[in-house]
């Protein structure tokens, strides 16, 4: 039976505008672009404006909202005007945006809608100087326009040292004792740590910050252990690292350091049902993001010692209330967000930060950017359902996916009539990729870096096109979707040749599911699937809808794909609302049921 503990994934959204083309002075082209349709001519893309005012000589002006670094500020001043105006009231940004090109931030101003409809169109780029864009309202940046990029490298370092800093501190009981003699005790007794060496510790988001962390602990002696579902097993290798499952991860770490991004697969990871699958007397620190644990649960467990202590940066609510439990428990550490405060990492983010606005601002394609580039009207028209389809078949193929196994090799297969310079897959492709990674991400995939985003991942995603005879008025028949060198949490999701396939076209302007593994299907990808390998036998589409029924979940399509009469048969389901574990359960009880999965589109 499939596991039931499938993650929640964020609902999938895809956001592109048009803008009426403005004169080439003002613009910046978007290179190398092929038709995205049969039906319409090569075209020069428009991606951003790189002046708003009517004489060309201008220099564009930049808000800088919060401090940034000398370094940043000097080449900002090269290019364009720099207005420095920090701790501005949100009516005060909302009054000085309309007279600026681009905005640059870090966490503390929030640039929500209101921003951007006060700049008038004239706001181009906002820069965030950090890695998390929570603060800034991507909807509403893609529907006016303009691009918003991050600077997500240059805290690298500064993070995962700020992580062995707690890790140690931890261990030894630094910052109790400290408080302790400057209170003028001297309890030598009471503060006996425990050694990091041949300690196990599990490294829980295995990406830059992750792999770093877990060089630095190879350093202290220290075994590790890694689970992240994307990290390549060759790259873990290289630094000594094993790549285990989630539940393997926290039943045997000694040492548990959290590095994966808040979404809501990752939402409160940590529970009372986590906590209760770890080793008594674990030890956890948190530099990524505080809601990636549950913090009452985290106090319960402290409380209940099943947590020995916790060293804590990140918290749910910043700064915490000052009566907080979690904060003013004696066996947690904390300290205020100061992962990336260094100074080095400061003028290394002012400098990524700084940069990645200056060139958006001359019209090129910045690898950071995490919005989506403006494409016309008429073409965006004609993808959407084929846009729409290949991304939630990028959810579908991952999270079929057994944990544990690291993505690494996609193969995409378009079926068409159109020939293959009448039909540019880049959108497709980056949509699917949208769909394999966002799910455990922060990461926003689009156009601009689907392929970057992919290559830093190790994630390699190949295409193939099969041209059909027939008319070409529709530009694609059917989209497939394979996944190789990993296990499958369905097991009739996998080929005869060893990878997970699924298939899907678009029915009635609806993405339709048609193919997992060897089994015909013809289920809507709406709201979620529920998939069933079963006997082949009366009755089993009556008992499993009854269950449902029971449990006021609506089916709104239901499909069986069988290989014979009376041998084995799968059946998608098309539900409106998540069932619960119970149901699923009920589900998986059914005698004549062999496996099944829960999918969350």
């Known amino acids: 039976m499939a596991s039931l503990k499938t993650p929640t994934l964020k609902t999938p959204s895809f956001a592109l505008s048009y803008k009426p083309r403005l004169p080439s002075a003002f613009s910046a082209a978007f290179p190398n672009t092929a038709r995205f349709s049969r039906s319409y001519p090569q075209r020069r893309r428009f991606l951003i404006v790189t002046a708003s005012s009517s004489s060309f000589s201008n220099k564009p002006t930049v808000l800088v909202a919060e401090k940034l670094g000398e370094a940043g500020l000097t080449l900002l001043q090269e290019f364009a005007n720099v207005d420095c105006s920090y701790n501005l009231s949100p009516e005060e940004l909302c009054t000085k945006i309309s007279l600026c090109d681009a905005l640059i931030v870090r966490s503390g101003t929030k640039v929500n809608r209101e921003v951007f409809e006060s700049s008038g169109g004239r706001l181009k780029v906002v820069g965030r100087a950090g890695v998390g864009i929570d603060n800034v309202d991507l909807s509403a940046a893609t529907e006016h326009g303009c691009l918003v990029v991050n600077a997500p490298t240059a805290n690298t370092v500064a993070a995962a040292e700020h992580g062995i800093a707690l890790l140690a501190a931890m261990a030894r009981n630094v910052a109790q004792a400290d408080a302790s003699v400057k209170a003028g005790k001297w309890q030598r007794n009471k503060y006996v740590g425990v050694s990091l060496v041949g300690k196990t510790l599990a490294v829980l988001g295995f990406g830059k910050v992750g792999s770093e962390v877990a060089r630095r602990a190879k350093g202290l002696g220290m075994h590790v252990i890694a689970h992240d579902p994307y990290a390549p097993a060759d790259r873990a290798r290289a630094i000594g690292v094993e790549l285990v499952s989630f539940d393997e991860a926290i039943a045997t770490a000694d040492f548990i350091s959290l590095h994966m991004p808040l979404t809501p697969a990752t939402n409160k990871m940590l529970n009372d049902e986590t906590f209760a699958k770890m080793k008594k007397g674990v030890r956890i620190v948190n530099v990524a993001r505080g809601g990636v644990i549950d913090e009452e649960a985290l106090v319960r467990a402290l409380d209940a010692g099943i947590v020995a202590q916790a060293a804590l940066d990140v918290f749910s609510e910043e700064p915490p209330k000052q009566d907080s439990k979690l904060v003013q428990h004696e066996r947690v550490t904390?300290?205020?967000?100061?992962?990336?405060?260094?100074?080095?990492?400061?003028?290394?983010?002012?400098?990524?930060?700084?940069?990645?606005?200056?060139?958006?601002?001359?019209?090129?394609?910045?690898?950071?950017?995490?919005?989506?580039?403006?494409?016309?009207?008429?073409?965006?028209?004609?993808?959407?359902?084929?846009?729409?389809?290949?991304?939630?078949?990028?959810?579908?193929?991952?999270?079929?996916?057994?944990?544990?196994?690291?993505?690494?090799?996609?193969?995409?297969?378009?079926?068409?009539?159109?020939?293959?310079?009448?039909?540019?897959?880049?959108?497709?492709?980056?949509?699917i990729t949208k769909g394999?990674?966002?799910?455990?991400?922060?990461?926003?995939?689009?156009?601009?870096?689907?392929?970057?985003?992919?290559?830093?991942?190790?994630?390699?995603?190949?295409?193939?096109?099969?041209?059909?005879?027939?008319?070409?008025?529709?530009?694609?028949?059917?989209?497939?979707?394979?996944?190789?060198?990993?296990?499958?949490?369905?097991?009739?999701?996998?080929?005869?040749?060893?990878?997970?396939?699924?298939?899907?076209?678009?029915?009635?302007?609806?993405?339709?599911?048609?193919?997992?593994?060897?089994?015909?299907?013809?289920?809507?990808?709406?709201?979620?699937?529920?998939?069933?390998?079963?006997?082949?036998?009366?009755?089993?589409?009556?008992?499993?809808?009854?269950?449902?029924?029971?449990?006021?979940?609506?089916?709104?399509?239901?499909?069986?794909?069988?290989?014979?009469?009376?041998?084995?048969?799968?059946?998608?389901?098309?539900?409106?609302?998540?069932?619960?574990?119970?149901?699923?359960?009920?589900?998986?009880?059914?005698?004549?049921?062999?496996e099944f999965v829960f999918l969350k589109l």
Do not use: W
């Not at 601002?361 to 993808?383: H, I, Q, R, S, Y």
């Not at 690494?408 to 980056?430: C, M």
């Not at 529920?530 to 009755?539: H, K, N, T």
């Open 436 to 594: 394999i990674i966002e799910p455990i991400s922060d990461v926003f995939v689009n156009l601009v870096n689907a392929d970057y985003t992919a290559k830093q991942r190790g994630l390699r995603i190949t295409e193939e096109r099969i041209l059909l005879d027939g008319s070409p008025e529709s530009p694609l028949e059917s989209i497939q979707v394979q996944i190789a060198n990993v296990e499958s949490k369905f097991a009739s999701a996998m080929s005869e040749s060893g990878e997970i396939k699924v298939e899907g076209r678009v029915k009635d302007g609806i993405p339709h599911l048609t193919k997992v593994g060897s089994f015909e299907v013809d289920v809507s990808l709406e709201g979620s699937i529920i998939l069933c390998r079963q006997v082949d036998q009366p009755g089993m589409i009556g008992t499993v809808g009854s269950i449902l029924g029971e449990e006021n979940v609506n089916v709104s399509f239901m499909s069986v794909g069988r290989v014979a009469p009376r041998k084995h048969a799968v059946m998608a389901i098309g539900v409106d609302d998540q069932p619960s574990k119970e149901t699923l359960k009920r589900i998986g009880e059914v005698p004549a049921i062999e």
């Open 334 to 431: 904390v300290t205020p967000h100061l992962g990336a405060s260094t100074m080095e990492a400061q003028e290394g983010v002012a400098i990524e930060i700084a940069e990645a606005v200056v060139g958006a601002l001359k019209g090129e394609l910045a690898a950071t950017a995490v919005n989506a580039p403006m494409v016309p009207a008429e073409v965006l028209t004609e993808l959407k359902p084929y846009v729409e389809l290949a991304e939630k078949l990028g959810r579908l193929a991952v999270q079929l996916v057994a944990g544990g196994s690291g993505v690494k090799t996609v193969k995409v297969s378009y079926a068409s009539s159109r020939a293959p310079d009448d039909l540019d897959t880049r959108l497709l492709r980056a949509m």
